[in-house]
């Protein structure tokens, strides 16, 4: 090779001269990448999950809350309270049915409303309610308050007027209170569905891949508060519990990759 030849502009001239190139642009933040190398959320649609998540555990405090005041009523009991819907003692409400009492105590909700509701509490998918599944909506996840409520009989006052006359008048409007909640909290959560899945990018898979950290296979209350206090916000204990507490069908406590797609799917049929 002669000595006037010029080198490749594609290769360096000399071998120990290896440096890359000054970049004038600024690096990327890191990520968070599972150990099997799964895909997760790009950053803007993990955002957009830790918000969901943030409303989704402040619909449940909400609830939380109108359970406990109705767990303090000395005069509640679930027996009373399943009583008011299932009028010819058959051990399980319908929707019909569920719409029928609800209307007997002033209570009127929607259909999309109804639906959410049996959908959330219905786990044995007869789009029934028997007792137990019933009982899930008005015991508080405290132990103390639940125990409070559950072990308190029947008040025998027959025969009644109204539906919920077996209940005080203070009594009856907080089990009224306890429901619009539930319609709340449900209908708000169905929201937080819808924006998710409008997202362009959002995938479920890879969510659970965001919140699954040590790539188990399952979310754990631990994973769910890291995650959203990596954006700065604070979960506690209980929060963490209840947003683990309603995806955990199976009450394993933890939350399966068929759990949480359940629960982040749309599930209204109004809005599909």
């Known amino acids: 090779m002669s000595a006037g030849r010029h080198s490749s502009p594609l290769r360096p001239s000399s071998p120990y001269r290896t440096r890359s190139p000054v970049r004038d642009y600024p690096e990327p933040m890191p990520r968070y ?43 509640f009991n679930l027996t009373d309270a399943f009583k008011i819907f299932d009028t010819n003692y058959c051990g399980n409400i319908c929707t019909t049915e569920l719409r ?34 019933f009982s899930d909506a008005f015991l508080a996840l405290d132990a103390y ?13 027959y025969p009644l007027y109204r539906r919920d006359d077996c209940f005080m008048p203070d009594t009856r409007i907080q089990f009224v209170n306890v429901w619009r909640q539930h319609f709340r909290s449900e209908v708000s959560a169905e929201s937080t569905r819808q924006r998710l899945q409008r997202q362009p990018y959002f995938n479920v898979y890879e969510a659970f891949n965001s919140l699954d950290m040590n790539d188990s296979g399952a979310i754990s209350r631990e994973e769910f508060r890291r995650l959203i206090q990596s954006r700065g916000f604070y979960v506690s204990d209980k929060e963490a519990t209840e947003i683990v507490e309603k995806m955990d069908k199976n009450k394993n406590g933890r939350v399966s990759f068929a759990e949480f797609r359940e629960e982040i799917m749309p599930k209204s049929p109004v809005r599909h």
Request: overall charge negative.
């Open 33 to 75: 990448s599972s150990p099997s190398r799964k895909p997760v959320l790009p950053v803007r649609d993990e955002d957009e999950l830790v918000n969901g998540l943030r409303t989704l555990i402040q619909n449940e405090n909400d609830i939380e809350r109108e359970k406990t005041s109705l767990a303090l009523k000395s005069d």
């Open 100 to 133: 029928e009492g609800l209307a007997a105590i002033g209570v009127f909700p929607t259909s999309e409303e109804i639906d959410l509701f049996v959908t959330r509490y219905d786990t044995s998918g007869d789009r029934r309610l028997n007792m137990r599944e």
């Open 145 to 157: 308050y639940a125990n409070m409520a559950e072990r308190r009989g029947s008040n025998h006052r």
